[in-house]
């Protein structure tokens, strides 16, 4: 691929006799400056599952206040109701922008895309390193924010002004500032990284590859990389004013000074409903990928998979306003957007169908990563119907801005962020560090997870459908809220979450010990067919030692009535 | 549904209950399906030795009608669905039955403050009935109400009415609610609006006719003195 730019790229290396005589690339040069995709996606990776543990001690430490209001939790002491607003808006924001982000879309997308793709490296090489290291800013910043006189910004993840943009209402001054710089520094790692895969697909595939030969992740990764890089301007221009709010006294938000607090809403959901499908379709990419494998099945209508996200892209910028069905918006306009919330889960819906088609008539095999990928459809789906309570207008008067909200999203949001990233962690582990994981500990691990999710999230429909509302650190002001039972679901809620962090343990130790210790893994151990398989596990740097490979055929051809193997890869010649 | 185990005590809310009942109807029953089939298929198609799985592509209408039975389906249930849906909103958002009475509802970090007209029936008279914490209303009577803020978005929800709006400062918000059951409830603030956001809690009493009587006489009216401009703006300067 002469079209890299990077040093490297004009080598050919690989099978360059010279590259092997070079000395091992220092410290220096192999982590901090690397521009190999590889190393880059490993970082985002290790990154992001790093933040996962901050937005997980930070729900544990406030469930634990809801659960048993006034006590000293283990590990942080009595949680104010400072403290509490500070640790939900870490939490929400960590978990979306430096936990799921980071690893469904750069860690996947720089580790899979030109592997899958078959070339060697990213076309914008030193873009990516600029990516990750404006990245790794966004998070010093955003710990730097918990430090900051007054403490970490607690206005929620969503920063609604006049509460986000005041010091005197949210007595937060420097938090709420380096909260809201941390999050734009953010977006502009991620849209040097979505130039660079658009532009790296387009440009880059392995000769043979048509467009429809593209594996479906590659696919879910662009459309999402494209939604997100086209939604977020308004948000950037957004939180450049609230920011100008902040520190310059303007008044873009401040309704004294004639501006106006709903547009902060509009230019948010304008990006953040779009970011709910940027984080969904790579998810949905990964299940693709292993219902295929392991069910040892062609994907079923494969060019409808790619329509619906297509679709499913373009619709999701006409439903932002259902999040602000009540916020003083004009009545009329919720009209409008319940009939394109609505017509969002047609497609959405059917990718679901897609997937349990091509189930049937398959071999399953019920290998760890098969386990994430079909528990990430089976609880998708009730995220999925959950959202039609909300998005029906009349329903939401009441369910806005309850507990049943908060378990529909994690309903959506724990299957992307944890369920498929676990999946692609287990498929792709092999690729990435030669080693198998433990199977046994994975079901352990996957069990562990799985239960106590639902054990969470049950409850909170059930307390959210009677009443509690969000973002209360104590209920008990609230007669109606403390009727019989209701303490002890959010108790159950709690304990469950325990569990399920506990659990997270088992995942961090065979993880670590298969890195070291697994058995060795051969090149193509799921037996599937797409590019990364062929080349070395862990690939070496410029990926195909033997030359980059040609494409002879799509991504999914297992199972072929002409062929003795079940599988057939990509680059076969026959 | 939700009556069950919260009180259905206006005028919308059986309506609002119905909407929630038939969205849980139809996608509980279409939910169920795809889990069962899903479930179904990793079972029945479990890997055995000696069984190939078949070669199916998706692509022809015959095959299609499998995926595309499921969506026609999604789209009919989405229009039932958003037909009740727009109808109840409409019903509780969009029309405002003539009032009784218009109460004033402001709120800031971290109290409500509720405006009862008084004896005369008007608000910005000398007998209004300014209290903190506490909306009175008489049951089976239509009220309008004006939310106010002083400070940040804070939001007006009475989850036995099945009410709620946002309060958005300079602003001032009309809708309207008439009380079916009488009792003591929740009014909550759903809006996240500070560290005092969970310590925001009010009670809404709604009285029977008689009840009511004996409370407005109860009550001292407030001096015309205490209603300034800056009040009746929600503190906007």
Redesign the interface.
Known sequence: MSSTTAEHGHEGHGHDAGHGHHAEPNFFHKYLWSTDHKMIGMQYMFTGLLMAIIGGFAVYVFRMQLAFPGMSVPGWGRV???D??ALVTTHGSVMIFWVAMPVLIAALGNYLIPLMIGCDDMVFPRLNRLSYQIFLISVLVLIASFYAQGGGF???WTA????SAKAE???TTHGATLWLLAVALEFAAFLLGGINFVTTVMNSRAPGMKMFDVPIVVWMIIIASILFMASVGPLIAGAVMLMFDQTLGTGFFD??KGG???LWQHLFWFFGHPEVYVVLLPAMGITAEEITTF??????????VLYTAVGTGALSFFVWAHHQF???ID??M??IF??TT??I??PV??M???Y???????????QTPMLWA?AF??EF??GG??G??L?????D??F???YFVLAHFHYTFFPIAFIATFSALTYWFPKMFGRYMNETWGKVHFWGTIIPFNFIFIPLFLLG???D???????T?????M?PGMQDLRVLATLSLVTLLAFQLVFVVNFFFSMFKGAKAENNPWKANTLEWQAPSPPPHGNFPDGLPNVYRGPYE????DRQE?YWPQNAQS | MISKYVESASSFAGQIDFLILLVTAITGFWWLLAEVIFFYFIVKYNAKDGVKAQYIAGESPKEKRWVAIPHYATLIFDVTIVFFAVQTWQEVKQTMPQADATVRIIAQQWAWTFVHPGPDGKLDTADDIRLVDELHVEKDKTYHFELQSRDVLHSFSVPVFRLKQDIIPGRTIRGWFKPTMSGGFDIQCTEICGIGHGLMPARIIVHTPEDFAAWQLSQTPATASLTTPTEQTGGMK
């Open positions: 104010t109701a400072t509490y607003n607690g206005g929620a609604y002004p006049p509460l209402y949210n007595l309704p004294n106006d607090p709903v069910s040892r099945k062609k994907l079923f209508a494969y060019k409808t009540i916020a003083g009545p009329r919720a009209n319940s009939v609505l017509l889960s047609i819906a059917e679901c169908f897609v349990i088609a091509t189930l049937f008539g398959g071999s399953i095999r019920l079909l459809i089976a789906l009730i119907v959950t039609i309570f998005g029906a207008s009349g329903a008067i009441y806005h801005d309850t459908a009677r009443g509302h969000r973002r209360i650190y104590d209920y002001h609230f007669p109606d809220l009727k297992f199972s072929h009535p079940d």
